[in-house]
Structures are given as C-alpha cells and as structure tokens.
C-alpha cells in the first residue's frame, strides 16, 4: 500500500501522528526558508510542508523541483497548522515531511487542473484523463455512479430483475439507423448494435420474469445534434400484469427515491397532464413547469380582430412575461429578432406593454385601441407590469416558436433554477405522427405501443387521432423517461405494423419472433426507460451530458483522445468479405 | 394492477380473502365433477378449484377449456384445501374461483414449460422466451442479478466508483480479434467493440479516480469454442496506488463477501501458489483443489529406470488415485484410450496398482520388479488401495495431459462435488509466453503488465524467465479472475512494445494515447477483472455458462432465436461506403 491515509482523511486527531501519502503536486509555493505543496488525491488535498529548520537541505531541494501533476510518495508526521484554513476539511493540519519519493513526473499539463480551468473543450478531450482529474468532472462521474447505484439498490428492493441482454443483434429499418457489425463467420451477415433492448425486455416479459430492469448501453447511428451521443445509456424497465397507473406509481416513486436519496429533497404526488393539454398549455410535449407563463390562446371579442395577421392564422397565442413591461424597445426588438431567426422560425411578434400604470401600450396601436388592448390583457389574465408576447400562425408551428420564447423568456428572468425540480407526467400521447415529408405514419413511440381500448378501429378512418397508453416523465422540461404499454396479440401487432407501411413479410422477417412469442401465452404488459445522462446531468444541476460521461464522443461522433474510429487493416476487411464501395466516392 | 397477490404469496393467514391472481395454466386436472388448475407466475403456484357444486356451469366449463400456459386472471376466494401439499409454500390453500378472464391464449408450447423438460437445446434456445419460464433458466437469472447486484453493493460501499466505459472505441491487433462497426460519418473508417475497457480504466487511474469498477459486456470474434459466447460479461476493477497484496486483499475479500451472501459459506484465507508451483503440483495454472491427485514427478533411483520410454522422457510424472486399485483392466484401458484421444494427445499411460494387500502390479512388469514397483509407489506416497497412473514425454505437454487425466479421474471419483469451493491465488505468471508457431513472445496477461521489479533487463536475455505482478483467481478449476500491476511509465511500457514486435510507429498509432497519458504522472496501479458469466455459474454450482445468460448465442456465434446475424439492406451498405468482397467466396 502506497499509502497510510488518503488526502482527504488527516483532521486535528491525527497531530503526532506518522503518515505516509501518495498523490498529485497540485501547486507547490516557495518562500525561500519554507515550502508548502498542496497534495491532492480523488479524496482531497493536504499540505505538506518543509522548511530550512526542520527539514534536510536535500530534501527542501527535493520538494523545491517537484512540479504540477507530479506524483510523489511521502512520509511525515501530522502537525498543527499555524494558519489553518477553514476552506478545505484537512485546513487545521499540514505534514511535515521526512522523505519524499517521486513515483512519477509530469509533463507540464496542457491546462490547468483546477476547478476553472484554462483549457478549451477540445484540449479536456483530448485530453480526458487531465480533466477528469479536475473536481467538477470528477464529481460528476462520482455522482453518476451514486444515482446508478441509488437506481439498482431501489428496483431491486422493489423486486426488478436486472437481466443483461445482448448487444450482437439483428438490425431493422425501424427508428434511427443502427450501427451495424459484420460478422466474419456467417458471411453477407450484419449484427447490429440495440438502439434499446425493447424486443428482449418484452420477451423476458412473455418468459415470465415480471419485473426487469436494466442500466444499459444503446446506440444510434443519427448525425449528432448537439449533445447527442452515438451510445448512451438507459435505465430500461419493464413490468407484467400492469396498466399505466401501475407503471406510473412504481417510477414515480423511483424518481421521488432518487431526489430523496440523491438531492434531499421531497416532493408530492407528481403532476399529470395530457399531451394535448401539454401542447395546448406549453406549446411543448415536455414543458418545463418551474414557472408560469402558460398560454392564452386569443379569439376576437367581436368575431374578428381587425387585424389581417391575426385574422388570417390559424391560432393567435400569447404568453404573459411577469414584471416585464419596463422592456426597452431595444430589448422587445431584440427578442423580435430572437424569434425570427431561422432556427426558429417565426415572422413576427407582436407585443403589448401592460404598463405599472395601468395603460397599455403596443406594436399593433395602429390595429388595437385601448379597449382592445385591454381585452387581450383580459384574455391572458395579465396584470399591471407584465409583457405579453404574441404568435400567429399554423397551430403546431406557432406554439413550438412560443414554447422556445417562453423558454427563453424564463432564461433571461432566471426562472430555470437548476436546483428546483418540477416533475410531470404527460400521458395519453398520440399513438402515430405524421410525417410531413413522406405523408406517412410512424410511430410517435415505437410499434409496440398498444393504443388506448378501443382505438384500434380508429386507425382505418382517423389515425392521427388515436390515443395510446404512452407517457414521458418530464422533469424540469426535459424528457427524462418514456413509455407505454405493450401490445401483446399478434393479431393488434399485426394491424399495427400494416399501418406503419410493413408487408407481412417485412413484418415476419424483423419481427416475426416476436409476433411468434405472442402466440403462447404472452402476459399484459408495460415499460419505461429513462435516459441515465440525461437524468444525471438534471439531478447534478447541469445541462450538458458530455460533462457526465467519462469519455464522450464529439458532435462528428469521434473519440478524440483515443482517435477513434479509425481505418483498419486490409487484412481485417478481408476477413470481414467486405471492400470500399468507391461509387460513393 | 392485474392482481392482488402474486401466485406465490397466499398462506392459510389468507383464507376467506377475496383475491385476484393472473398467471400461465401450468396444468390442469379435470375429475368431471371439479376441476383443479394449478396458476403459475414468477412466484410460485397457486391451486385454483372449480367444482359442480359451488361453481356455475359455464365457469366449470370455461375452465375446462383452458390450455397449458394460457394467461388467465381470475377473482376468487381463498380456501383451505382438503389435501395439502407440503412441497409448495402455497400447499395448505387453494383459491375457489367466481371469475375467469382470459388474457391470452396459447398454442401447444414446442417444449413442456416443467424443471425437466422434453425440449432438446436447439429448440430450447429458437424458443428461448418459453425456457426462461422454466424454473432452473428463471432462477439461474435471478441468481445472477443477486450476485451482480452483491459485487456493486460490496465494491461501492469500499469506495469504488462504477465508471461506464465506451463501447465504440478503437481496434488493436493485440489479442482475439475484434468485432469492429463501420462509421457511416467517418467514411472509411471503423469503430471497434472492446474486448475489455483496460486501456480506459488505466486512464481512470491516470485520472485519479482511484478506485474503479464496472461490470460491462466485451466483445471477442474468436472461433467459438464450446461455452464461449461472441459477448460476455466482466467484472471489471481497478485501483491506483497499490501493489499487488493491496489487490489480492480487497478482491478476496469480495469473494468472500459473495460466498458468505449467496451461498452462506464462510471460507478463511485463500491459498496462493506461483504459477511455477500450480504446474508442477497440478500442471495447470487453474488447479481444482477441491481434491487432491497431486502430481509426483519420478526419478530413476540408480541413474536409470531401465525402461526406455521413461528413461528418454523430460518428464515422468505421475498421480495416485486413492481407492483404485480395484479398477479391471477393461476400465484400466478405458483410460488409457482416453488420454490417447487427440484432444489429450499421450502416446500412453503407465499403471501401477497398489493393491490392497500391499502388492503391487503394473502395466511395466517386464521392466520393474518388485522393488522397483515400491520404489515408484514410495516416491509417489502411494498407500495400499492407490492406483498409480503415470505419463512421460516432454514437460509442457505431459504435464498438460496428466492435468487432463486427474480431472477425468476426479469427475470418475465425484470429487468435483459442486457444493464446495476452493478458490485459490496463483501469482508470479510469466510475463511472456512463447508462441511455438510463430516463435515470437506474446504477452500473458496482456501488453500493459508490468515485470516483477528488476527483471526488465532481463527481457533481452531470457524474456521467457521474467515473471510478472500477475495474478489468476481460480474457483474449482477455472479461472474467475486475472489481473496485474501495471506498467504506469512510458520508457516501461515502450520497452514492452518493442518486445512483443510492435514497431515504434505502431505503438504509437495504437497506443499512443495511453503512453502519451504515461507522462502526466500516471501513478501507481493495477487491477483485476472477474469473468461474471464464469463466476455465477461456480457459484451456482453449475458447467455450462449459456445457463446463466437470458439470451445466449450459439457455437456458430448465431442468436437463432431471432435469427442474428442477418443480411442487411444494399442501401445500408452503401451508406456505409461498403461492398460485399467477392475475391473471398
């Protein structure tokens, strides 16, 4: 053992004490007649300290040439600090050292290993093993390991199985593109990587095992959008002989558990909210309901507005910014500019000031007297102070562009606080979504969501109407866990897949097992799964996943610091039957 | 919620309760005037009665028709029952059923869903979903999740963080071969599936987490031989700033933890043996000592034995088989034609039976006497009752074979009882190990094991006689675990490069990351990773590790369940800038 106690440990106590220590020079100052070296390790830091009376001229000269990040071995005895520093846990104490062994030097780092560091996020990559060293990226991986771990300790008590599925599976054209692998011995033949284990938890399900759960590795071969990974991770569940409300209760109360036992903080009976409603009230299938702001749709009071672009839209729908009247016409023009940009994709906006003094002033004076301006500040209930912020436009299009202004609205007030938590259910989600491109159906979860009693026979003549027993889990508006609950006959999965735009023989080829295990017996059931990055970034306060995974891929997918992937052998290739394809060139 | 109990819940304390099951038809017996079902689920069974007088006849009817392994739901009361069944925990009720409600029907299972089933392997595995139903496959997988759920429990409350590793990383020529993925954004260029997260739990070290462990699928795309699956499952840990003892403590100590938990056996410390000794004691380097049968290399007493065959050998060695010497000639050559088959490969086999009258008798009467016989059996510490079985030729290969031949002897003898468990360390591995085929040295362990202190040197005059700080931990005979010290600087690590063939460029392009990481002051570390499949087999008492895995691959590496791998789309090739290689047909 390299070791007697780490850096975190040595309190008062231990004054007199003879230790050995083992860790990284954090930083090292020199006074000339006395030196003090911070050592760190993953449990803190411990000053050591030599001077020109107590220590050997040799060893002072040792300590004097040790620089950053070198790893150093030292024996020494525990002493009282003369100036104890109140920061840090081990701030009463210091070891005076008597040897000193140096198990490795260090390059100079390319940044700083400190908290705030000078490198970019290009040189943390590249160099992931520095930045790790670093307390916040540290932290993070610690804190994931305990919300994991919180996450196993409760579904186990609870009963859930966790059942490891494989990896090496059959790849199908439904939902993202996979990942393929080729397999050297069954020639022309592909695996491919699980973009979730959702076949095999429902088969484990028809098998009998009741409760499952997983932590597992999925992917997706998608072009990455910012902070998106090519594998990720999901707490994957799946429950038999239950109904929505059953899987509602059960991860409910893992989510109540985990901000329990990991945040300290109790919270009520989660809140639940249709998808329609959702979209109605927030614009948005996973609001963030930490703030207000809800939506006003507007009608005209005398069946018109008297305003072309008002009149014209297909929904007219405003939110009301609190204690926002005071905004400058440089700050509305901005937030003008906000909405039109590309990204999101609005025309215009239209403003009204609901002044402290009780009037009301607006973009649209030319349109709206005072009356009328009052009687859109009635419709959206605003009072004296606020700002409201209106959309026109195509249903769907205008409120995703107000949902991203409401959004950026509670921003800029500092409404999104990361240490506030809001859970929500939505429920009851469309079964299928159209797609505008193609003018086709798929499906808004996955083709072995069940739809709600009843609605099969709706599918023929209102597809886009049926309802399904699906649901997210939002939290802090973010989609942290989804699900539904699974069709379990072949003969609903069949009408399902036909819709979905499968041949039969499409159908059998991907999924014939499945449609097969259906046959002999296969038990209601229902799942969800949670994205752990996700999760664990909201928990921790933080909005970027890549800061909690150990070694994350670029947005071009890549691993910088181990430059991968990377071509391979001919030899390799050869082996695998497979050559470039230079047409694609 | 389908239920109010599960079928495994209901005791007498529950008679006169109104309840509600749901389960699969394990059996039913139909007597005509009542009819018994017994309803199973994950639980237990629970026995459901219907019968002419108190049930109505449509029910009684309904339940007649209820095929093996429907999924029904049923409301009914709890009764006594009028014969118990002592052999379920269920045994002393039955429940008088009011209702049934069929969830589901099943056509005839391929295979009978009892612990002794009629289904063969192949049928077993296509319909692996109806196995796991079975209780022996349903309780091998919940076994599982208990021993993976006590590793974490362990492992986390000493300190260690379970840090996720990736899974699309890099592929190296070191080792099996790997399965490797196309990157569809990185035209041609390939991800690997790791074989292990070594290189990446090395830079956690380097990053100062300390203590690290992770249990994680690896991938290796070998020839698969028999109970060899394509992806398997690891234990995977490491620790910086430990020597070896520091590893060996805390990874028996896990083991211990985990006898003790799962299986209520408390065992002291474990013996440690260097590999030098384990081959001469068991010629093996995974020695099952749950018995004895250890090997006495023989001596000629007077410079000779007089028979050629020995007397031209390296090695003459044999094992003493307590309570043999009764064996007939016809089980004696039995024997020998079993390690003459080639997967054993002896050209023959010497006996000697010490009978138990004290005499002695042999299959090499013409070349030892008497007193030559005592001789060999004093040498070997034969008693009276012992039949000697020796093999002789060059040292490697006998000593392998009569490895072989004392396990053949101890499964003859059930002695390789499963009830018992003898783990052991075996320490000091060679750090090389000579390939005979390409006579280049390739490492034991692995490229990143560190020489025993002060052998480096003699890398460049005898690299077959360096040990390393390497270690296997070995249960009954198989290898759970194996681990090492680890190299942590780069002139180390580039020296171990340049021995096992790689040229400088070549090491740097594959591990240029990890020696480049060496020089920010990696510090002292090393590791071990368990083989989980392996272990929870042990544990369970069981061979074949396909038992413990939910959804298992076969010989050809095929999931013929859902029959992966499978021809992907041309379109998906060609995405992937790939084409079929013709030249390979």
Redesign the interface.
Known sequence: ???SHSCGELREEHVGKAVTL?G?VQKSRDKGFVVWIDL????GITQLVFDAERTAPELLEKARNLGR???IQVKGQVIERASKNPNIPTGNIEVLVESIQL?????T?PFTIENDTDGGEDLRMK???????RNPV?EN??F??KV??AV??YL?AAGF???????????T?EGA?D???????????????PQSPQ??KQ??M??????YFQIV?C?R?E??RADRQ??F?QIDCEMA???Q??ILNVFEGLTKHLLQEIKGISIGDFPRMTYDEAMQRYGNDKPDIRFGMEFCPLTPTGGTFGFNIFDSAELVVGISVPGCAHYTRKKIDALIDWVRRPQIGAKGMVWVKYNEDGSLSSSVNKFFDEAGLKAIAKQMEANPGDLMLILAGETHKTRTQLSALRMEMAQQLGLRDPKVFAPLWVVDFPLLELDEETGHYHAMHHPFTSPKPGQLALLDTDPGAVRANAYDLVLNGNEIGGGSIRI??KQTQSVMFKHLGFTPEEAKAQF??LME????????HGGIAFGLDRLVAILGGQETIRDF???P?NN????V?????????DE??????????RS??
Do not use: C
């Open positions: 053992m390299y070791r083992a990284w760190r390790d993953r449990y990040e070198f790893v198990l490795n030097p260090s390059l780092p160099f992931r093993y520095l930045d790790i060293r540290k991986l610690i994931r390991s994991a771990m196993r300790t186990s199985i966790e059942v490891e599925t494989p990896y090496l599976i059959k790849s054209p593109r990942f393929v692998v080729p397999s050297r011995m069954n020639k022309g033949q592909f695996y491919a990587l076949t095999f088969l484990l028809v098998g009998g095992l009741d409760k590795k992917f071969d072009d990455l090519p594998e991770t002989f239950v109904e409300e059953d379990h006959d014939g097992f295990a259906f046959q002999y017996g296969a038990p209601p995974i150990a070694f891929k071009s997918g890549r691993d610091m181990i430059d991968a992937p990377a071509p391979i052998d390799q290739l050869k082996e695998l039957h497979l050559k470039w394809d694609t060139e």
